[in-house]
């Protein structure tokens, strides 16, 4: 009994002695108004481990833009989570627009500034959504914002010269399949 107990102690000093789990960030991603270091590991669990999420956090560069099973769910987050405040077409409403090229705080043209807003928040009524939004689905809503811009594509900075070549503007009434393919599952 005795030793069973001391056993499972020893273990659960094992399991804490662990690293974190969750992918090494290779950037530092620093919040918008402090510049203080972001804890990514805080917030919302799951969705760190995707591919994507270990790109971004090493890279900064988000594979979802463009993809279509990622806006379909990007757009469904920030509807639940952002509209509100910022638009249905983020527009701007009581929260600035996101959608055209002026930025309060012009890390945000950077998908890894957008992301540290997310994730950290920045003035007022902008507080931090890594209780909503874990890491995955920051970068969705990323690709979703990034597909409602409206603003020239020479200043779409988060766009590869590739993508700015095939960069087709978000039109209204625009919908999106079930079932459509690409790199993110349907949301639970
Ligand atoms: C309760 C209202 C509210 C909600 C919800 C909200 N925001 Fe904001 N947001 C604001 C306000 C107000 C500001 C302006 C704050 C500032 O200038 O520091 C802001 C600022 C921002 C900025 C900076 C824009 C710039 O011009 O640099 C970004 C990016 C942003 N929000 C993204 C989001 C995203 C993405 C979500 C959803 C995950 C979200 N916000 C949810 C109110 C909100």
New binding site residues.
């Given amino acids: 009994m005795l030793l069973a107990g001391a056993a499972s102690a020893l273990c659960a000093a094992a399991v804490m002695a662990q690293p974190q789990s969750g992918p090494q960030t290779g950037l530092i991603f620093r919040n918008?108004?402090t510049g203080e270091p972001l804890d990514l590991a805080e917030g919302k669990p799951g969705g760190r481990d995707t591919k994507a999420v270990q790109t971004f956090f090493q890279t900064g560069k988000n594979l979802y833009i463009d993809d279509k099973s990622c806006l379909r769910n990007g757009e469904s987050l920030?509807l639940t989570?952002?509209s509100?405040?910022?638009g249905h077409l983020a527009e701007g409403k009581?929260?600035?627009g996101?959608n055209d090229n002026?930025?309060?705080?012009p890390a945000?043209t950077e998908d890894t500034g957008?992301f540290a807003?997310?994730w950290g928040g920045?003035?007022?009524?902008?507080?931090p959504?890594n209780e909503?939004?874990n890491p995955d689905e920051a970068l969705q809503?990323i690709a979703w914002?990034r597909h409602l811009y409206t603003g020239p594509v020479s200043d779409a900075a988060w766009l590869t010269d590739e993508q700015k070549k095939h960069y087709t503007p978000f039109k209204e009434g625009e919908t999106f399949a079930k079932d459509e393919p690409g790199q993110c599952k349907p949301l639970e």
């Fill in positions: 918008t108004i920030y989570s952002c509100g405040c910022h009581v929260g600035p996101l002026y930025w309060t705080y945000n957008l807003t997310i920045a003035n007022g009524m902008m507080g959504h909503d939004l809503v914002i």
